[in-house]
């Protein structure tokens, strides 16, 4: 009982001081997650006027929680179909940016004699701007309507989703303690099949059981659910390889897409916001004054590097990817902070056990002073352009209004273009679907089925039925996976009539799917029956085209794919109604 009231009594000097922390900071204006730090600093070991926690390690453990539930959220603002449709201008400066900003950290971390992975994720924090204080700080400017606003939260949300990515192979890269090339591309290779997997397979389910269960369903029942579904991720995630941020920021993004999404959003805020809370009071918790003395001349160099050098870099990648020179200074200024993400790197790297224990303060201090700096550098950035505007020399002022290297021409993807931009993605989401359906099939299925029926029939029969079962079971999938979609059945017939050169290429396109569905076919022959290669080869052709010309399968892979695409538009379909 000791240690559970120890417990309470050290969230209770939390939040109690982070409630009045934060109080004060409102009053002057200034970003909550600031207090939250700075309440965790005051509680936390190493400033003693007044109590301390007593058990940090069970704090630490609420944090992580409170990292699963930011990164959740973060999930639930977040759209797969925002991603597919942002604009190339984003995507490249963002790419630009963080790209530069990883180098520009590791060239700063070996300058200040860091090791080599202490570089690598350094880098990695650095590129990271803040979602959270950037967002308050364009409430707080009342600045949230400009032109510039918009394609800076398009670049923080490409920068989250990178940031994603990064900690996957930076876990990968600190376990091995290298960098492999090959290692890397398997990594990024798992990480797309099992992103498109579960997103897959989550639309395909989850808006039916709240399409189907919608009367039962309160908002308690919704929060339950919803939060259960996240850890679930989060363990499936685990299991896999991944990270807990990863798990919730999919789950997070898969409810997002659901006409519960908004509603799931609301109800599970104020659960976010308090373990959010704690995350960040664990932050400031280890941060030590000895350390900060000790290690100021790092912290003003990455201070430096972070306000002055981040903004030009962030400022240079909008103005390369085609923005005008205002709206490239304003985007560039607003980004020129690292936030919570790089908390969640730079614990990540003290967990793994690759990073120093005087870098953690090191970055909150950076983060601290840049979050403080951020609305004055957003204000600031209008003079700078008129100051810019006047030194600039006429002609070089109108080469950058003219200038564009993407997303201000009217020209539209040729045939090609388009029907490999949607076969591909279409053959890999069917392809993945296939190989996961059979892999589970080999792993549980068929040992469950021959240890039920062992003994009643032949181990030939069981096989049979194994067989027939997933054949039928996989069979619309397939059918998916060799066919063509509707929407480009007409740029097939426009492409088969412009020329014979055309004709060979649709028709390889063709028969390559059509092999792939084979591989499958012949996968599970091999596994069922002992016959000769010859004649599992005939047996797959044969089930092959029987599944493609099949009009009972045909049936099944229209009712999947009407009941999947009703589930991806239910949100704009439902907003269009009201």
């Not at 600031?34 to 007044?50: N, Q, R």
């Not at 790297?349 to 303060?361: A, E, H, K, Q």
């Not at 979609?485 to 063709?510: C, D, F």
Request: charged content about 15%; glycine content about 8%; overall charge positive.
């Amino acid at each position: 009982m000791g240690e559970n009231m120890n417990l309470v009594e050290d969230l209770a000097l939390i939040l109690i001081s982070a409630g009045v922390i934060t109080i004060i900071f409102k009053l002057l204006k200034q970003p909550l997650v600031l207090g939250y730090i700075v309440a965790g600093f005051i509680v936390g070991p190493h400033f003693g006027l007044f109590p301390t926690v007593f058990d940090t390690t069970s704090i630490e453990e609420w944090s992580e929680i409170g990292i699963i539930f930011l990164m959740f959220a973060l999930g639930l603002e977040f759209s797969f179909k925002k991603l597919l449709k942002m604009g190339s201008t984003a995507i490249i400066a963002a790419a630009t940016e963080i790209v530069l900003m990883i180098g520009i950290g590791a060239l700063s971390g070996y300058l200040m004699h860091w090791s080599l992975m202490e570089c690598i994720f350094l880098g990695g924090m650095l590129a990271m701007s803040s979602t959270t204080i950037i967002i308050k700080a364009f409430e707080d400017l009342k600045l949230k309507r400009e032109p510039f606003a918009d394609l800076t939260m398009v670049i923080l949300i490409i920068q989250d989703i990178v940031a994603i990515v990064m900690m996957v192979l930076l876990s990968t890269a600190a376990a091995s303690q290298q960098f492999h090339g090959k290692e890397m591309l398997t990594v990024i290779a798992k990480l797309l099949f099992f992103l498109i997997l579960w997103f897959v397979v989550g639309i395909a389910i989850i808006p039916t059981f709240f399409r189907k269960a919608k009367k039962y369903i309160n908002d308690e029942t919704l929060l339950i659910i919803s939060i259960g579904l996240c850890f679930g991720m989060v363990v499936f995630a685990n299991y896999v390889g991944f990270s807990s941020a990863l798990g919730a920021f999919v789950m997070g993004s898969i409810l997002c897409e659901t006409i519960e999404g908004e509603h799931i959003e609301k109800i599970t805020k104020g659960t976010k916001d308090l373990f959010g809370a704690i995350f960040f009071v664990s932050v400031g918790m280890m941060v030590d004054p000895a350390i900060l003395i000790n290690y100021w001349k790092p912290i003003l160099f990455l201070t430096f590097i972070t306000l002055v050098i981040k903004g030009f870099i962030s400022s240079g990648s909008v103005l390369v990817a085609g923005e005008s020179l205002n709206v490239s200074v304003k985007t560039g200024f607003s980004l020129s902070q690292i936030g919570e993400f790089a908390f969640i790197i730079a614990s990540l790297g003290v967990s793994l056990g690759v990073l120093s224990n005087y870098i953690y303060p090191v970055i909150v201090a950076v983060s601290v002073i840049t979050t403080f700096t951020t609305p004055y550098c957003i204000r600031l950035a209008d003079p700078f352009t008129r100051l810019v505007e006047r030194v600039l020399p006429p002609q070089t002022k109108k080469a950058l209004d003219e200038y564009s290297l993407v997303g201000k021409t009217n020209r539209t993807p040729g045939a090609w273009g388009t029907i490999l931009k949607k076969s591909l993605l279409r053959t890999a989401i069917f392809g993945i679907l296939c190989f996961s359906i059979t892999f589970l099939a080999f792993q549980y299925f068929y040992p469950f089925m021959t240890k039920l029926l062992s003994g009643h029939m032949p181990e030939t029969l069981i096989n049979s039925i194994n067989a027939v079962i997933l054949l039928t079971f996989i069979s619309p999938f397939l059918y998916g996976l060799m066919s063509n979609n509707h929407s480009t059945q007409s740029l097939y017939a426009q492409l088969w009539k412009e020329g014979q050169l055309n004709r060979v290429g649709i028709v390889a396109w063709t028969v390559l799917r059509i092999i792939l569905a084979g591989f499958f076919v012949m996968a599970i022959l091999s596994k069922s029956f002992r016959f000769t290669k010859f004649v599992i080869f005939l047996m797959a052709i044969a089930i092959v085209f029987l599944f493609l010309f099949s009009r009972r399968t045909l049936r099944r892979f229209t009712k999947i794919e009407d009941n999947f695409m009703n589930n991806l538009n239910a949100k704009e379909m439902n907003a269009a109604q009201e």
